[in-house]
């Protein structure tokens, strides 16, 4: 069964270095998504990404993070300086499509824990 | 700004009962809804779903109940068995005018232990 791949499972970084976090989407879906979890609170939304571009993004998708999707079949989420409060799990997901009003399911990857120190 | 709640942190059934999660919401416009369970380190599974113009969805031993007019809905699993032991999330969203991908705002979890 197709699934969402994520790398690394965990990165430790400085506070104030940049990190990418990577994801392979689903090969046929077309919206990808990046949440993440800090320790003890729920999943929260951070950006969604169509057609090569941002189509959603959260409060917490600030200047601070960028998404791009650098070749056919990655999609990479960068924190360009680190800070302590970014330590969470993050997620990737994607959805096959979304037609237009009908909502679609997503599927998660993994997940990456970031560590900042 | 819980748009999403579930209220109960934990919950024990014993093994072959029926297992009953609930959820409530606030926002109006969420129209689809949808349950995922995850175990420690790993990412979210998607188990469920239900369209707000249906009241019930099936799957097997999982069927999901929505009630639009109290912003309720609930995950129930019959029979319950060790491996359903997780945290169970729901999560709505709600499609914008214009289309777009919504981004799924997420309860807070419910840790599902089953007794043998």
């Known amino acids: 069964e197709p699934e969402v791949t994520q790398t690394p499972s965990h990165q430790v970084t400085q506070m104030g270095q940049e990190v990418i976090l990577r994801c392979v989407p689903i090969?046929?879906?077309?919206?990808f998504y990046w949440y993440r979890q800090i320790l003890g609170q729920k999943v929260e939304f951070l950006v969604s990404?169509?057609?090569?571009?941002?189509?959603?993004k959260s409060e917490i998708f600030d200047d601070q993070f960028s998404v791009e999707r650098p070749d056919g079949s990655n999609f990479t989420l960068k924190i360009r300086s680190t800070k302590l409060e970014d330590s969470a799990m993050y997620f990737c997901a994607s959805s096959e499509a979304v037609a237009s009003r009908s909502p679609d399911t997503q599927y998660f990857g993994p997940g990456t824990r970031l560590t900042v120190l | 700004d819980q748009q999403v709640k579930q209220n109960s942190p934990s919950l024990s059934v014993q093994e072959g009962r029926i297992s009953i999660l609930n959820c409530d919401y606030t926002n109006s416009m969420f129209d689809y809804f949808l349950w995922y369970k995850k175990y420690p380190a790993e990412g979210p599974t998607f188990l469920i779903s239900i369209s707000s113009i249906k009241d019930k969805n099936e799957d097997g031993r999982f069927t999901v109940f929505l009630n639009k007019s109290a912003k309720h809905l609930s995950l129930h699993i019959v029979p319950s068995q060790p491996g359903d032991s997780a945290v169970y999330f729901c999560a709505a969203s709600g499609v914008e005018s214009g289309g777009g991908a919504d981004g799924l705002t997420f309860g807070k979890g419910t840790h599902l232990i089953i007794q043998p």
């Open positions: 990404f169509y057609n090569n571009e941002i189509s959603e």
């Open positions: 090969s046929n879906h077309l919206y």
